[in-house]
């Protein structure tokens, strides 16, 4: 079965610094990976998919993730964070012909001002 | 703006209750996903339909817990009876999935956060 993990719990930068969020995948087939935002008492929203279209993906709020395969990653980065970035953040994997979507353990993010 | 219902948003009951949570899918979506997200676990998945049939209940304690999909517009998710564990939030989620080539992109509920005294 596909996994993700997230490397790093919680992730601390300041207002305006590159954000960087990690995510290492296993999938015995081409897998479809994806990242999700959640704020506070709230569900999760898309914030980007990779779907073995181009390899750099760019999703809303300036966030992009590159998919390597040699390194099996689907990093998130912001080049300049935002206070309102603040919130936790989740990897998902699922496969092609498949419908199931497994999750990353999160990583929460904070923005110092 | 199409989205997921979910209901109770909040539910404190005691050990031993049954308890019945509810979602409305996006209309036109045909898989149907339920989660539960503690502190310690992270996101589980419990089970997923396609179609309201169910394709993987793995995650789900059988004993206690059972999903169903009585029609297109309603999924269930019932605890019988409910254990203090089993305090958390539940989200339910549907996307389209289409055919063998499409990505399968979920929209979100905003929850149920059960807890069980």
């Known amino acids: 079965a596909q996994s993700v993990t997230q490397l790093g719990s919680h992730v601390s930068v300041s207002e305006g610094a590159l954000v960087l969020l990690r995510c290492n995948y296993s999938s015995s087939v081409p897998p479809y990976l994806f990242w999700y935002v959640q704020y506070p008492n709230q569900g999760l929203q898309l914030l980007l998919k990779y779907t073995s279209a181009a390899t750099l993906v760019k999703g809303i709020n300036g966030f992009e993730a590159e998919f390597k395969k040699s390194e099996t990653s689907f990093h998130l980065t912001k080049p300049s964070a935002h206070m309102s970035d603040a919130a936790e953040y989740f990897c998902?994997?699922?496969?092609?012909?498949?419908?199931?979507?497994?999750f990353g353990a999160g990583t929460r993010l904070t923005v110092k001002p | 703006d199409a989205r997921v219902t979910q209901t109770p948003r909040h539910k404190v009951t005691e050990m031993g209750q049954e308890v019945t949570m509810r979602c409305q899918p996006i209309l036109g979506h045909n898989t149907v996903f339920w989660y539960r997200q503690t502190m310690m676990q992270g996101l589980e998945l419990l089970a997923y339909f396609r179609n309201r049939a169910p394709l993987d209940d793995s995650g789900m304690p059988k004993d206690r817990f059972s999903a169903e999909m009585p029609d297109a517009t309603l999924a269930t998710l019932k605890i019988q009876p409910s254990e203090p564990r089993d305090s958390a939030v539940y989200f339910c989620a549907s996307g389209l999935a289409q055919g063998g080539s499409g990505a399968n992109v979920l929209t979100f509920g905003a929850g149920s956060r059960l807890t069980v005294l």
């Open positions: 998902a994997v699922s496969r092609i012909n498949n419908n199931d979507m497994r």
